[in-house]
């Protein structure tokens, strides 16, 4: 409920020309209609309103009829559709109902807008990769920002194993607005770039790595206690969470 809504109803219990007891029934039949109850799932309706955008999808641990049943029936709120982790089974059974959405296997999303016109992208978004085989979570974190309307650029392999890869982008990566270090093993390069420009860097570990890189909790420790002040630090192997933060730093950047 938005607050010119709630404000109506307010003014017209002052006013008389609505009881107490009218009032809770309105309030709760608006409040009960921003969420939707699907028996495997309780969606939230409102978020867009909210946050800025809506509420999007996990399929890890779903079956392939509950992710599409939670996909229609944001389609039916007229919301955008952003699912994450859709394994092959998901993504087949969604390609079935729904051939009109975009789908990236590497970062394993399921992307559906809403209708209308899309705004331009805004800003800058920089993700920069340590290996190729922390593509698939870096793809994530572009997909993740795309939809939600930033503007995204790809650096891939440019790890501190060969530091001259990531000096090579240094002028590129002066016009970003966020840059996303995605990186495994010891999870040196969020730092090296933190060093490097003037912009809000969010580190993104992975599991990438041998035995004594503890699946990833090595990388993510030391991004933790990073040298590099302008660096913040994500889960391990969350990119969606990476580009989620990265979109709303450049749409509030951009709305200044």
Wanted: aromatic content about 6%; charged content about 20%; proline content about 4%.
């Amino acid at each position: 409920m938005d607050a010119n809504s709630l404000k109506s109803i307010l003014e017209a219990v002052r006013a008389g020309s609505l009881t107490i007891a009218e009032a809770l029934h309105q309030l709760e039949g608006r409040i009960s209609s921003t969420v939707a109850e699907l028996g495997y799932a309780t969606l939230d309706l409102d978020r867009q309103r909210r946050c800025g955008f809506p509420e999007v999808i996990l399929a890890e641990g779903k079956t392939p009829e509950w992710v599409a049943g939670a996909v229609q029936r944001l389609v039916d709120a007229r919301q955008d559709c952003f699912v994450t982790r859709v394994n092959d089974i998901q993504a087949a059974h969604l390609t079935t109902c729904f051939p009109q959405a975009e789908q990236d296997r590497l970062a394993r999303t399921f992307w559906l807008p809403g209708p209308g016109e899309r705004p331009a992208p805004a800003g800058r978004v920089f993700v920069v990769t340590a290996g190729t085989s922390d593509l698939p979570v870096a793809q994530e974190a572009v997909q993740t920002a795309r939809v939600m309307g930033a503007h995204v650029e790809l650096i891939v392999d440019v790890g501190v194993a060969g530091i001259h890869r990531i000096l090579r982008h240094y002028d590129r990566l002066q016009t970003a607005d966020v840059v996303i270090v995605v990186a495994g093993m010891d999870g040196a390069l969020p730092s090296v770039v933190g060093g490097l420009v003037d912009c809000p860097v969010i580190a993104c570990p992975t599991s990438i790595g041998y035995g004594a890189s503890l699946g990833g909790i090595a990388a993510l420790l030391t991004m933790l206690n990073s040298c590099s002040a302008g660096v913040c630090t994500v889960n391990i192997d969350a990119g969606f969470k990476a580009g989620y933060v990265a979109a709303r730093f450049v749409k509030r950047l951009q709305s200044q």
